[in-house]
């Protein structure tokens, strides 16, 4: 791999369509570049430093691209905040990443204004795309802005919130590497070279989930580094994904099971209208994959379906179609500079075929929660982390699922996973979701775990909708 990432390819080849927004509005790699380097021109101009924190609450776009390349140049930490939060949980994150510049959308005006006013934004840091009340627009933070390239560039980060096993969201932070932003993000798209992702153009990535999502940064922040062309849906329609997929062209894509749950779904008049043969990486993870929707999948696109297991903390492994054809149900085998331990309660480790806790490190990189170190040592085991997964091994290394230690249901003794069941019932066709909690019963003892309360329940059958998005435009904030 080389080591450029966008913004040296963008000074090479400006004329590259760099973003296409969802209503099909073309960006050329030059025209992104420029808007970023505005943007952090006038930052800085504003007294931001390196290590300093942004945060954002931004629909798919040119908008959240510029932003995190603007922040990935000058050394910032970028939070993109959920917009289904409500405002004291997006105030919450905004305060606690210590936010120095916040950037809202007009179509998330109201709740924009609530989280900074909650969380103590004062107004000069504030700063709307379109019409936002008391937020700069951000044309006007660019006025007057060079659009060249900053001096003094040093590799950012983007810190997510991920809600890990309990409690609030916790920041996941890693250490700023002073590298040189386009080496730093060049080595940063090593998960993309795993599945055997190619550079430069003709290369498309549809981006089918919404930026406050980790595997939106990793892969399509990756493609974007990889000169690769972001195409951005701003609501999940199933049809709407082969339309754009056959459109462009579109040679990768990053979805969770629920979205080929409901692609799989379509009329197969629907489905033969468009041509995927595009297509060679459908990446696939956040949630277990019943094996009859991946094999169904696998039959459709052909293998061009892969799968890995991760957490925004760290991972991982890797399934290659051949790899899962021959290990059904597998999430694949560890990466090449990560290490997987399957460990029992009192922390020893597991042999071939029994199911444990899932530990993971990836290599010397680490991590902590942000402002909390009693949680980053609460889900370590030496230099290992777990995020509550339980698995096992196989005897050939290959990595199952079982389900999340908070979601097990203890009956009679057993240990019964939900997502076993919601696996079974997911296939039939009447089914568009479905989630599995347990009841407490005291002829057999049947509990869940402490923390399956009813809020738990709903944030997991949040997670296994298609990444929480409304399911039409109209649905869409304004």
Known sequence: MSSMGFWRRALEDPGWIAVVEPDGTEHTAGDVLARANQLTHALRARGLRAGDGIASLLPNGVAPTELYLAALQAGWYLTPINWHFT??????????????????????AQ?????????????????GYGEVPGFTPVEDLRAGQPGTLPEERTAGATMHYTSGTTGRPKGVRRALSGMDPDEAMALASFLLAFFGVTEGQPNAHLLTSPNYHTAVTVFGGGALHMGHTLVCMEGWDSETALRLTDRYKVTSSHMVPTQFKRMLSLPDETKAKYDLSSMRWLIHAAAPCPVGIKQQMLDWWGDCVWEYYAATEGGGTIA???????????????????????????????????????????????????????????NRLRDYFTVGDIGYLDEDGFLFLCDRKSDMIISGGANIYPAEIEAEIIMNPRVADVAVFGIPDEDWASRSRPSSSPRTVSRRARHLRPTSWPASRASWPR
């Open 87 to 108: 405002a004291p949980e997006a105030a919450y994150i905004a305060r606690d990443c210590g936010a120095k510049a916040f950037f809202v959308h007009e179509r998330l």
């Open 320 to 378: 290659s179609p051949e790899d899962w054809r021959a290990h059904p149900g597998t999430v694949g085998t560890k990466w090449p500079i990560s290490e997987i331990l399957i460990a029992d309660e009192d922390g020893n480790s597991q042999p071939a075929g029994r199911p444990g806790t899932i530990y993971m490190k990836m290599g010397p990189i680490s991590f902590e929660y942000y402002g909390d170190e009693e949680k980053t040592n609460a």
């Open 111 to 127: 709740l924009g204004i609530e989280t900074a006013d909650q969380a103590g934004i004062p107004a000069d840091a504030r700063f």
